[in-house]
Structures are given as C-alpha cells and as structure tokens.
C-alpha cells in the first residue's frame, strides 16, 4: 500500500542553521504531497504543498520540491528561528488509495525540531 | 469562517464509561477523519468516512465506534472497550474534487481517564 517515511527525530539546531528534514514516499498513480506542522498541544496545519511532480511548495521561508524520479519531498529552510521548533509531518494524499485501512490520506511518523537561540 | 471544530478541547472520563468527542466543519467537505496521537508519537487512523451514511475502519479502530449522519458532522465514541483511551484525539476534512487536496484539522481533544 502507499507509504510515507520520513527521517526520525528529535532535530536539533541552532537558530539561524539549515534545515532539511527527509521525505520520501510510495504510491501507486499520483498522489499530492503535502508538509504539515503541529506546534505543542495544537492540530496540524497546513505548511506547504505540491500537486504534480516538479512543482514547488513554499511557506514562512520553508521551501519542498515534488520529486517523482527520487519519490521524495524534502523539507528544507535556509535559516532557522527558535519559532520554527514543531513536529513536521510530510503526507501524501492518494486518489487511488480508497477504501483501504489508511484512507487516501497518508502520513509519515512526523520529525521534532527544537531550535535553540 | 470556514473550518472544522473540536470540542470539548479538554475531557476527562472515569474507567467503564464512553465518551464521545464532538467534530464539526463548514467546509462542505465530503471525507472526514479521526486521528489518536499519543505524546512523541504520530498519528494513528481510527476511522474515516468519505461520504455520508458510509465509513470505514483505520488501522486502530478497536474500541471506537463514529457515525456520519450528516455531512458536517463526525462524532468519534471512546467506548469502554478501548483499554487505553488516554491521548490527544486529531478530527480532519478533505475535500475530493481536484481543486480540494488539502486536509483541514480541528484543534484536537485530549481525553484523560481518570
């Protein structure tokens, strides 16, 4: 079935570092991917998204690029602030996917980043 | 606004009871979801419905039970049959046509048997 990985936390960095939190992901047809955030005892929302391969999602200075040739999402940010600490979760939502124990909406098991001043 | 509401935010609930957590949105979106996530952890289906009056079981659906009424509507059931029901409970909308690939989520429930 479709699958999402993404790299295990906890992250940990220093303000003003580089970010890139790994993503791939296995679907059959084609899915849309998507980076959610989910700061301390909140829902998730929306980061960023791509709908069709090559395209890129870009938010708050977080940037994504839909891969198909490499299956992968990566999140990356040039430079960190101590706001940015959350847990990102990269998802894909797959049409073809219907009925089956996870639904069509899909995620990974989230990375926590702590970004330190 | 549009979106999708949770409540109540916090509930607490004796050993032996059910409980059910309330989930509404205004999206008109046609598939809803419900999520458990426990601390450090992601996040686990329980159940999902993509069209009113038809649902079906994530990959935890032991011990919880959802209707789907009406379209804007998705009560998740805690029953007493969940031995550990304590967690942060997740409600999500999607819509299905092209243009609606996004998922909205509520701000979450955490249920405390005590």
């Known amino acids: 079935g479709d699958s999402v990985t993404q790299m295990e936390g906890p992250v940990t960095l220093s303000e003003e570092a580089f970010l890139t939190i790994n993503c791939t992901y296995t679907?059959?047809?084609?899915?849309?991917l998507f980076w959610y955030v989910q700061y301390p005892g909140e829902g998730l929302q929306l980061l960023l998204k791509?709908?069709?391969?090559?395209d890129k999602g870009s938010n708050k200075g977080f940037e994504a690029t839909y891969r198909k040739e490499t299956t992968s999402f990566h999140l990356e940010k040039g430079s960190v602030q101590v706001s940015d600490s959350a847990v990102y979760f990269c998802?894909?939502?797959?049409?073809?996917?219907?009925?089956?124990?996870?639904?069509?909406?899909?995620f990974g098991k989230g990375t926590k980043l702590s970004v330190k001043p | 606004d549009g979106g999708i509401t949770q409540s109540p935010k916090y509930l607490f609930r004796k050993e032996g009871q059910n409980v059910t957590l309330s989930c509404e949105q205004n999206?008109?979106?046609?598939?809803m979801y419900w999520y458990r996530q426990d601390p450090g952890q992601g996040l686990r289906l329980i159940y999902y419905?993509?069209?009113?009056?038809?649902?079906q079981k994530g990959d935890i659906a032991e011990g919880y039970s959802v209707s789907r009424e009406k379209k804007e509507s998705f009560p998740l059931t805690v029953t007493s049959a969940q031995k550990n029901p304590t967690a942060f409970y997740l409600c999500?909308?999607?819509?299905?046509?092209?243009?609606?690939?996004?998922?909205?989520f509520g701000q979450g429930t955490r249920l405390t048997v005590v």
């Open positions: 999206l008109n979106h046609d598939a």
């Open positions: 999500a909308s999607m819509g299905q046509g092209a243009t609606n690939t996004e998922a909205f």
């Open positions: 419905s993509q069209i009113v009056n038809d649902f």
């Open positions: 998802a894909l939502i797959s049409p073809a996917n219907y009925g089956g124990s996870q639904g069509n909406l899909i």
């Open positions: 679907a059959t047809g084609y899915p849309s």
């Open positions: 791509a709908t069709k391969a090559d």
